[in-house]
């Protein structure tokens, strides 16, 4: 089942269901996160019209991405992991900071959850010396889940897959880092691709929790990479279970994985600019490759080996305020 949330000019937006090939929908009557909270009431009714929509029995209406918001436009938390362990060190041999954790226990911090972008919005940056960055990754969003669960009990939790744009401003990640507090300024809204699906969407596409498919990546038209997502060091279910510890997590939580990576970074390309500059250090004692402008443009998709779309493109434009 695909899922996506219609401009409705409200803050939540409203619910509708989406064609398997992502061309028709159909209104739910509700929003995602009303839906989320209430999955076992609504999950019949969505799926009844899914197939409809794809048996060709209701017709539905054409879908425009650019009247569709991010599938949840707010959450109640947005937790982001690094998961990807060849991006981690990579970055640590760049650094030369070791990511002592990494071992043991994922690694997450809690981010802006008020506000995610559309796939299609202008995204407003407050500076170019900002060290504007993109980073493409896959999340899942949980319905609710009781502190302490196992992974394996994570599992059903696990409602909803979606691709992210996290984006970054590099020039405050390290000053941050440094302070062992968090970030804030580091970390502008994410995008987020139009279409929400099922685990049951993903099919043979979602193993071990994890998303198995290439994320590809262009900036400016030209292709800048291709990695796989399923490279993670951690699965999803681990993610919601190492979330839970601690605490309950309320229906609508987002988890990211982390900028998707690969060990073959210099045949698949990277996910972010950052570690295409890593790359270039290493190898040619410099980062030449620098961050983006006002006016560069971002496209993110994932599709089937048989070309079938997935999540839908992210395609955005970098602006300043204002304009």
């Avoid at 947005?78 to 970055?91: I, N, P, R, T």
Wanted: with cysteine; net charge negative; charged share 20%.
């Amino acid at each position: 089942m695909k899922l996506a949330t219609f401009n409705n000019n409200t803050a939540d937006g409203q619910l509708v269901v989406i064609s398997n090939d992502g061309t028709r929908f159909a209104p739910a009557g509700t929003s995602m996160q009303a839906a989320l909270e209430n999955w076992a009431s609504f999950e019949a009714s969505l799926e009844a019209i899914s197939t409809a929509l794809n048996n060709g029995t209701l017709a539905g209406q054409t879908v425009q991405t650019t009247e569709l918001c991010a599938p949840l436009p707010r959450a109640w938390q947005w937790l982001d992991g690094s998961v990807y362990k060849s991006h981690a060190d990579l970055m640590g041999a760049v650094t030369g900071m070791e990511v002592k954790t990494l071992e043991d226990r994922p690694l997450m911090y809690q981010g802006m959850s008020d506000t995610f972008l559309s796939a299609t919005a202008d995204v407003p940056m407050a500076s170019e010396a900002d060290g504007i960055d993109f980073e493409g990754e896959f999340g899942i969003i949980v319905d609710d889940v009781p502190m302490g669960v196992t992974p394996e009990q994570a599992r059903q939790h696990i409602k909803l897959i979606v691709q992210i744009n996290d984006w970054s401003l590099r020039a405050y990640s390290g000053p941050e880092i440094s302070t062992g507090f968090g970030w804030i300024h580091a970390k502008p809204p994410c995008s987020v691709a139009p279409f929400a699906v099922t685990p049951e969407e993903l099919g043979e596409h979602w193993e071990n929790c994890q998303v198995q498919l290439r994320l590809n990546i262009e900036w400016n038209g030209k292709k800048f990479g291709h990695a796989h997502g399923g490279h993670m060091q951690y699965g999803f279910d681990e993610l919601v279970a190492h979330a839970a510890r601690t605490r309950n997590l309320v229906a609508g939580t987002v988890i990211g994985s982390g900028t998707v990576s690969n060990y073959e970074y210099r045949e698949v390309g990277s996910s972010c600019i950052a570690e295409r500059r890593g790359i270039e250090l290493l190898d040619q004692g410099e980062a030449k490759t620098g961050f983006m402008h006002y006016g560069d443009t971002v496209r993110m998709e994932a599709r089937t080996p048989d070309d079938q779309v997935v999540f839908g493109a992210i395609e955005q434009k970098v602006t300043q305020p204002g304009s």
